[in-house]
Structure formats: structure tokens, C-alpha cells
T-cell receptor, first 114, second 109 residues
Framework: NAGVTQTPKFRILKIGQSMTLQCTQDMNHNYMYWYRQDPGMGLKLIYY???????DKGEVPNGYNVSRSTTEDFPLRLELAAPSQTSVYFC?????????????FGQGTRLTVV | SQKIEQNSEALNIQEGKTATLTCNYTNYSPAYLQWYRQDPGRGPVFLLLIRENEKEKRKERLKVTFDTTLKQSLFHITASQPADSATYLCALGDDKIIFGKGTRLHILP
């Protein structure tokens, strides 16, 4: 079972560059999330989606964009990368069967902006 | 705005004792609360979920309580082992899931 797959695992970006973090899940989950985690800190919600075609801002959306064209994929776009976006990014998904269910996480993408 | 606080950044517990972690929240009336475990370099892994109408939930050596009046959850690990050493995260949500900062738990042999 693949679960939630994130690519790439590591990336170094220069200031001002753009990139897309990929996230795919094969569990037919309607809900998907993007978080960032800074060293020694908890997870901050960037964007989330409750289904294909629907996205909403989380706690720290500035500097990021998302799209949800399919149930499986939820890419995160960074435009004009800044050093403050250096972080570990986690994608997660949760079950379509009602609300209030556990989230499954990917292995994370470690991003450094220099 | 919604706020989740996990009172201890780090907690040292002797092996075999019970570890108790605290999660408090404000400006929120969640329908449920979750606890996750995170090991270094890995994504969080779900442990337990407790709903607003449940006072207590157990799973093996884990126990979670949920007091919606106090806006607090307690997470207990009984007969703690060094392998329980990790960061434990509290999470609240409905459509979106919001996490606390976590508590780093060290079980000392």
C-alpha cells in the first residue's frame, strides 16, 4: 500500500525560484492537507481540500498556492521562494467516511531556500 | 483565533512510570480531538481519536481523556518504555485539522 506519496524528498531552491511539491494518495480520501513544520515546532496548516475542485486556506497560506483537480492529487506551488519558506512540508489525507477521522501523512519534503 | 497549547515542550519520565501529557485549547468547540506520535525525520502517525461525547478512550497502554468544559485533553502512557520516546502531538478539527506544537517525551531507562 503506497498511502500518501510526496515528491521530491529533498530540494534546494534559490531565492525567487518557483517549484511544485507533489502529493498523491491512493486511499480514495476526499480530505487532503498541506502542512509545514519548522525545526522544533508543530505543524502549521497551509491549505486544505475537502474534495476535488475545493480548496481553502489554513493558518499560513501566504506565498503558496494549491489546486485539486483530482481526488488523488494535491500539489503545492511555491512562487518566488523566500528563506522563510525553508521548512519540512507534509501532505496528509483523511477518510471520506464522515468527518473526524485520522490523517495519514506522507514522508515529507525537506525544502531549503538559499 | 483557535489556539492549541501543549503545556510541556519536553518531558522526562522514568521507565515503567506513567507519562501524562496535556493539551489545552481555546476559541474552539471541536467535535473531536486526536493524538499523534512523530519520530525524528518522519511524518506524524495517528494514535487515538476521542469525540466530544466521550470522556475516555483506551488503546493498549494508551489512555486519552477529553473534558470539553475545561477544554482539555490528557494523554497517558502507562508502563512507559524507552521505545515510547517521541514527540506527541495533539490535534483538533472538523474539515481542517490543526496541531499543537507537541511535547517531546523522553523515557529514561
Amino acid at each position: 500500500n503506497a498511502g500518501v506519496t510526496q515528491t521530491p524528498k529533498f530540494r534546494i531552491l534559490k531565492i525567487g525560484q518557483s517549484m511544485t511539491l507533489q502529493c498523491t494518495q491512493d486511499m480514495n480520501h476526499n480530505y487532503m492537507y498541506w502542512y509545514r513544520q519548522d525545526p522544533g515546532m508543530g505543524l502549521k496548516l497551509i491549505y486544505y481540500s475537502v474534495g476535488a475542485g475545493i480548496t481553502d486556506k489554513g493558518e499560513v497560506p501566504n506565498g503558496y498556492n494549491v489546486s485539486r483537480s483530482t481526488t488523488e492529487d494535491f500539489p503545492l506551488r511555491l512562487e518566488l521562494a523566500a528563506p522563510s519558506q525553508t521548512s519540512v512540508y507534509f501532505c496528509a489525507s483523511s477518510s471520506p467516511v464522515g468527518l473526524n477521522t485520522e490523517a495519514f501523512f506522507g514522508q515529507g519534503t525537506r525544502l531549503t531556500v538559499v | 483565533s483557535q489556539k492549541i497549547e501543549q503545556n510541556s515542550e519536553a518531558l522526562n519520565i522514568q521507565e515503567g512510570k506513567t507519562a501524562t501529557l496535556t493539551c489545552n485549547y481555546t476559541n474552539y468547540s471541536p467535535a473531536y480531538l486526536q493524538w499523534y506520535r512523530q519520530d525524528p525525520g518522519r511524518g506524524p502517525v495517528f494514535l487515538l481519536l476521542i469525540r466530544e461525547n466521550e470522556k475516555e478512550k483506551r488503546k493498549e497502554r494508551l489512555k486519552v481523556t477529553f473534558d470539553t468544559t475545561l477544554k482539555q485533553s490528557l494523554f497517558h502512557i502507562t508502563a512507559s518504555q524507552p521505545a515510547d520516546s517521541a514527540t506527541y502531538l495533539c490535534a483538533l478539527g472538523d474539515d481542517k485539522i490543526i496541531f499543537g506544537k507537541g511535547t517531546r517525551l523522553h523515557i529514561l531507562p
